[in-house]
């Protein structure tokens, strides 16, 4: 059975920084993608950054220069470091995981930035 577990979610203040991490379990083929998604009740989900078994990555253009995702491909995990937060961070982010065969999603976990 396939679990996600996120973790690194919380507060901060305008110009912090938090980091979020996945951890993917009960895989056993390979994981060409991982990433971040993020919501709010006023929009759709969408990308935040997703990075291939290699290290090619892609970012939404509201966090380039900002958020840096990467990947331990022997642990399964994909970390998001988010630097330079903005109140329009605010959301709850979704780790994403596609395999050949399945895409799964983690619970969620709340991130909040305010003064």
């Known amino acids: 059975q396939v679990h996600l577990v996120e973790s690194g979610g919380g507060s901060a203040q305008p110009g912090g920084s938090l980091r979020l991490s996945c951890a993917a379990s009960g895989i056993v083929s390979s994981i060409p993608i991982m990433g971040w998604y993020r919501q709010t009740p006023a929009k759709e989900r969408e990308l935040v950054a997703v990075?291939?078994?290699?290290?090619?990555?892609n970012y939404a253009d509201s966090v380039k220069g900002r958020f840096t995702i990467s990947r331990d491909n022997a642990k399964n995990t994909v970390d998001l470091q988010m630097n330079s937060l903005k109140p329009e961070d605010t959301a709850v982010y979704y780790c994403k995981v596609v395999t050949h065969a399945e895409i799964y999603w983690g619970q969620g976990t709340q991130v909040t930035v305010s003064s």
């Open positions: 990075i291939a078994s290699r290290g090619g990555t």
